[in-house]
């Protein structure tokens, strides 16, 4: 497609993109207003601890100070012990590639011949990606330890995120290949990092109407995944059952239907989630040989039908809490993993519908 043809249907893409992040955009006002009420907790908190330590004579710095060195030991620990399982976890993925893509390969031969489109009577497949878009915002510091002066050296915290996108050299398809690293290191609170990785489809209406009984979104995903929770303070603890990190597929369909766009929310599916410590692991998914059942009807042009358009979303976060907090979600190229996404098949079957009124 064309820049000319991509800038026709900006806004018909722009909906689509609202839908699915209708549901996690929250307010930077209230955030910023929560990140304040919780730093005047913190302060509240320290100020009781130290009027108790004056009203009971007690000198905090030789405690604090044992505790530095103690944290710092185990700051070194945890980092060998992580850097150990993942390198484990990492290992157990490339021996299972030779099976992942063996799978794939067998998903391309099997759909090879089945070049479904507008004039098939059984299936229409988004494949053609007009457009695509990777956004990646690493975790940011929002209050660092709040005995800080006491720990020596104070280390900021480490983060990165990548979103890339690469068209599958082999097969119709796109690699997606997110990444989050966090190492929270003297960093008390922080907010999540994220991915955000979008790929737009169009397609001919078809002759005739058709209606949709099943959807089938043709991925495959490898990755490693492993999380260590912070120490928040000597006050609060992170809760093991909090689920701190996702990965989520969402689905957006839209038409021109007599000359006007619409678009509407197709399916959402929870890909990965994790809670607590998790030692490293493989992250493995498989939906190509999983259909979703629907009920609707795609206009064709005897009908007033347009063009058809597809949004296919995966969104990436993870959710670190309290000082050394360690997080690493990966399905970098680097070790031949990823997300494959071969496109967005709707199967039924052509419809006659009554005479238009």
Request: with cysteine; charged share 25%; aromatic share 6%.
């Amino acid at each position: 497609m064309t820049r000319d043809q991509k800038q026709e249907h900006a806004d018909i893409l722009e909906e689509m993109l609202q839908l699915t992040r209708s549901d996690f955009e929250s307010s930077e006002e209230l955030q910023e207003l929560r990140d304040q009420a919780a730093a005047e907790r913190t302060e509240t908190q320290l100020n009781v601890l130290q009027a108790i330590a004056e009203q009971a004579n007690v000198d905090l710095r030789p405690i604090l100070e044992a505790e530095r060195d103690t944290r710092l030991e185990r700051r070194r620990h945890i980092a060998e012990t992580l850097a150990r399982r993942e390198a484990e976890a990492r290992r157990r993925a490339n021996q299972e590639q030779e099976h992942f893509h063996r799978i794939r390969g067998k998903y391309r031969d099997e759909f090879a011949g089945i070049l479904a489109g507008p004039g098939d009577t059984t299936q229409l497949k988004f494949r053609d990606v007009i457009s695509s878009q990777g956004n990646a915002l690493p975790a940011t510091c929002t209050e660092m330890d709040p005995w800080e002066g006491f720990w020596e050296p104070t280390i900021g915290m480490d983060t990165i995120a990548t979103a890339d996108i690469v068209t599958s050299p082999d097969t119709p398809g796109v690699w997606l290949h997110p990444k989050i690293d966090i190492d929270t290191n003297s960093c008390n609170r922080q907010r999540p990092a994220k991915t955000e990785q979008n790929l737009f489809y169009r397609m001919d209406p078809p002759a005739v109407s058709f209606g949709v009984q099943n959807v089938r979104v043709d991925l495959i995903a490898n990755g490693v995944f492993s999380s260590h929770l912070g120490d928040p303070g000597i006050i609060v603890s992170a809760d093991p059952l909090w689920p701190h990190t996702h990965v989520k597929l969402d689905v957006v369909i839209g038409q021109t239907i007599d000359n006007h766009e619409y678009s509407w929310p197709l399916m959402s599916v929870p890909l990965f989630e994790a809670h607590g410590n998790v030692d490293g692991r493989q992250i493995r998914v498989l939906l190509s040989g999983e259909t979703f059942p629907f009920n609707f009807h795609v206009l064709g042009t005897d009908r007033g039908g347009g063009d058809l358009f597809c949004l296919v979303q995966v969104r990436c976060s993870t959710q670190t809490t309290g000082t050394d907090a360690r997080a690493l979600l990966d399905f970098g190229a680097a070790d031949g993993h990823g997300i494959f996404v071969g496109g967005v098949a709707l199967i039924g079957a052509s419809a006659i519908l009554g005479p238009r009124r």
